[in-house]
């Protein structure tokens, strides 16, 4: 091992090196899986950076207008408020509408299945679509809601409270819930069955910087541990409802990426916990580092036996770095209720098994055709009599079936058929003999 005064002489670059290495590895291994949140209440900005709005998760911003009011209760719908009652304009769907935006737009919310009537005049997966449009043109029932970072561009409610066209004097006392602030700067009815609604709010600090497109699942298809490269419910630590029988010593994973961010995923890295009990190793196409895409899975397969048991699951830390982004980690568990042993020992075994065998087809094969050319050669045999293991064949079929079906060469052959051919002539004979008789009596 290399001391320091050993870097000072002369190795200080492959120290430094080694150090840089020893540190990333450090930091992947330390860093904390990024987990997806608990709804759809969240979105990545234009630089893949997450910002999570669970906790806004149905919070009211109100506009009042002049015949009726519009409330926005953040990440579940847009309501129309008047004297009749509450009209659904939108619901937020069970799909991830939550985008980034463009220009001074920072994200995007999109409302769809709205309640509003004379609106309706087809049908399709987005929704109702809007009446009364030019033939030919279809507008879903849809409510735009364009999110500012910061305080609205026209000036109103600089604070972050609400502010109201009927009461400008009671704005400042609108909104106060939970310490969050925000308001609707402005709201455009594009039709009666489109809005458009500019909301800003006091965005949260950024979070981590997610790889995007980055799946794992036990299918090529399938993205069960992580999705759009955050770890899913299940996988973030370790749960004993997710854990792998002791039977199964194997595990294969499936990763995908985008095309073209897929040569900046790494190899990935494991730790075990606890470090003594398991015995792990990685292999596959994912273990080496080849860049998964989605029309070209890699493979990564987790080899683990058990050496001790244990009553609680050990835990297998997973981390795979990612170049300029933060690392995929994921945690797989195994129960082991009794030791194993080696590992490998039942695949070797099948392979020692499928070796010995090619090994005999392959003699048998060598020995029959070598037998079949001596004896058409050297004994001058044709047909069944040349192949190898006939006589032994005969004879065990003799003794099987007490020597009435005995197995007859091809000289025996020939003389039945010429005993047989002579047995056939003996008629004619007699038949002769017979003629001459009847002709010598007939004279008398």
């Known amino acids: 091992m290399l001391s320091m005064g050993n870097c000072l002489d002369g190795h200080s670059l492959y120290c430094l090196l080694l150090t840089t290495v020893t540190v990333v590895t450090l930091q992947a291994l330390g860093a904390s899986s990024i987990v997806a949140p608990a709804s759809n209440c969240y979105a990545l900005d234009n630089s893949s950076h997450i910002f999570d709005f669970s906790s806004w998760l149905g919070h009211p911003f109100e506009y009042d207008g002049k015949d009726s009011d519009l409330v926005v209760?953040?990440?579940?719908?847009?309501?129309s408020r008047?004297?009749?009652?509450?009209?659904?304009?939108?619901?937020?769907?069970?799909?991830?509408?939550?985008?980034?935006?463009?220009?001074?737009?920072?994200?995007?919310?999109?409302?769809?299945?709205?309640?509003?009537?004379?609106?309706?005049?087809?049908?399709?997966?987005?929704?109702?679509?809007?009446?009364?449009?030019?033939?030919?043109v279809s507008v879903h029932i849809v409510d735009l809601v364009n999110i500012l970072c910061g305080s609205c561009s026209n000036g109103r409610c600089t604070d972050g409270t609400l502010y109201s066209p009927k009461y400008p004097a009671m704005s400042y006392l609108s909104l106060h819930v939970s310490g969050d602030l925000g308001c609707i700067c402005n709201v455009t009815y594009e039709s009666t069955c489109r809005v458009l609604v500019e909301l800003a709010i006091p965005c949260k600090e950024q979070g981590v910087r997610v790889f995007e497109g980055f799946t794992v699942?036990?299918?090529?298809?399938?993205?069960?541990?992580?999705?759009?490269?955050?770890?899913q419910l299940g996988f973030d630590k370790s749960h004993h409802a997710f854990s792998f029988g002791t039977e199964q010593t194997h595990v294969a994973l499936y990763m995908t990426a985008i095309a073209s961010l897929s040569t900046l995923v790494q190899k990935p890295i494991f730790k075990i916990f606890p470090e003594h009990g398991l015995k792990v190793g990685l292999s596959g196409s994912g273990a080496t580092g080849r860049p998964p895409t989605t029309l070209s899975p890699t493979t990564l397969v987790v080899d683990w036996r058990c050496e001790k048991a244990r009553n609680t699951p050990y835990e297998v830390d997973i981390t795979i770095p990612v170049e300029g982004y933060e690392p995929i980690q994921f945690t797989l568990t195994k129960m082991c209720e009794y030791p194993q042993g080696k590992g490998g020992g039942t695949t070797r075994g099948w392979a020692i098994f499928g070796v010995v065998s090619c090994i005999f087809i392959v003699l048998s094969t060598l020995f029959c055709c070598g037998g079949f050319i001596y004896k058409t050669r050297v004994e001058r045999l044709r047909g069944l009599d040349a192949l190898p293991g006939m006589t032994i064949l005969s004879a065990c079929l003799e003794a099987v079936s007490g020597g009435s079906h005995s197995y007859s060469q091809a000289e025996d052959t020939n003389s039945a058929f010429i005993n047989q051919a002579s047995w056939e002539r003996q008629p004619d004979a007699t038949q002769g003999t017979r003629k001459t008789s009847e002709r010598k009596y007939g004279s008398i």
């Open 73 to 79: 209760r953040f990440c579940k719908d847009v309501e």
């Open 82 to 136: 008047s004297q009749t009652g509450y009209v659904d304009f939108g619901r937020f769907d069970k799909f991830n509408y939550f985008v980034a935006g463009s220009g001074h737009i920072n994200f995007v919310q999109e409302f769809y299945n709205g309640d509003l009537l004379n609106c309706e005049r087809t049908h399709d997966k987005m929704g109702r679509t809007a009446q009364g449009e030019p033939e030919g």
């Open 217 to 231: 699942g036990f299918h090529p298809r399938s993205w069960e541990i992580v999705y759009n490269g955050m770890t």
